[in-house]
């Protein structure tokens, strides 16, 4: 199988526990991702959210610098467009794509997206938790504020993906609107079913059709208190989310999004993104089609990177 994830925290661990992105203990490591014949990852860039944003800013830098400094040139490459991901892939590098994890850091400052952009970040997570000054977390009812909007539609203007993961029920029909006005493809890059788990950080059917409806993706997210019951998150779990998904008929824009680095758990029989191939073999199991998984695996977030960036 082919993986190409959505969603990972790696950057901040490997920041504060000096670590390689080679090989080390983390959840992602390349050597990790050696059984894939295909691998690309988004890297998000999360900043503590007890930080002052300004101090946010700050370590935002701290952590990107950490991170490029450790690519091994010869076997990844940050990519910032469709032809670098392809010169990437034609190279035998791994493709990565770099996030940024809660936008308070741009502390009402609207500049400092560009500055972002001209850095390669290339998907933009709104919100994380509570409210800030760009909006509504899943834990509140808020919508964007002024502030908030304008972030997205410079998004929409820069080519910067907008990511609804974390965000309120308010923030995402919001953004969903004008990401259709604007004829702009949003992604939910790691949040499973509310119909199957009923936690507010998990989507919507309404909102996942909607996102699929723009030409967007939802990321599967490894997450364990998003899957399932305390203590009861397992590959089958994983499954149920990716199985809903799929019967709401928005196969072609699902994909993974673990959260590794980013969960201090993971679900039963899933230790790191080595073991990622098991969830795609107990679908098959399930009777899911080649076709589907390859498209869940890799090609779909594939298409979507072509088209967007
Ligand atoms: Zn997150």
């Not at 507010?200 to 909102?207: C, G, Q």
């Amino acid at each position: 199988m082919d993986l190409f994830d959505l969603h990972c925290d790696t950057p901040f661990e490997m920041y504060k526990k000096k670590t390689g992105l080679l090989d080390g203990p983390l959840h992602i490591s390349l050597k990790k991702t050696e059984r894939y014949p295909r691998y690309a990852q988004v890297m998000a860039i999360w900043t503590q959210h007890s930080l002052e944003s300004e101090a946010a800013w700050e370590q935002f830098h701290a952590i990107y610098r950490d991170f490029i400094s450790k690519i091994p040139p010869k076997k990844a490459a940050l990519c910032r467009s469709a032809a670098d991901y392809r010169q990437a892939a034609a190279l035998g590098k791994r493709p990565l794509f770099l996030a940024v994890e809660g936008a308070s850091l741009l502390c009402g400052k609207l500049e400092r997206l560009s500055v972002l952009y001209e850095l390669g970040v290339r998907f933009l997570t709104l919100v994380w938790r509570e409210t800030d000054i760009i909006g509504g977390a899943f834990d509140t009812s808020e919508p964007l504020t002024p502030f908030g909007r304008e972030v997205v539609k410079a998004c929409f203007a820069l080519g910067i993906v907008v990511d609804l993961s974390h965000a309120s029920d308010a923030v995402t029909e919001e953004c969903l609107d004008l990401a259709a006005a604007a004829g702009r493809a949003v992604a939910a890059t790691h949040s499973n079913s509310r119909s199957v788990y009923p936690h507010p950080r998990n989507l919507t059917d309404e909102a996942a059709k909607k996102i699929a409806a723009c030409g967007g993706l939802v990321g599967i997210s490894m997450a364990p208190q998003h899957l399932d019951e305390p203590g009861e998150a397992n590959i089958q779990s994983v499954c149920r989310h990716i199985q809903h998904d799929l019967s709401l008929g928005i196969g072609g824009h699902l994909a993974f999004g673990c959260d590794f680095d980013g969960i201090d758990k993971t679900p039963a029989g899933i230790r790191d993104v080595s073991d990622l191939f098991k969830v795609a073999g107990a679908l098959k199991k399930e009777g899911i089609p080649d076709e589907t998984l390859q498209a869940l695996c890799y090609g779909n977030a594939e298409r979507f990177i072509l088209a967007n960036l």
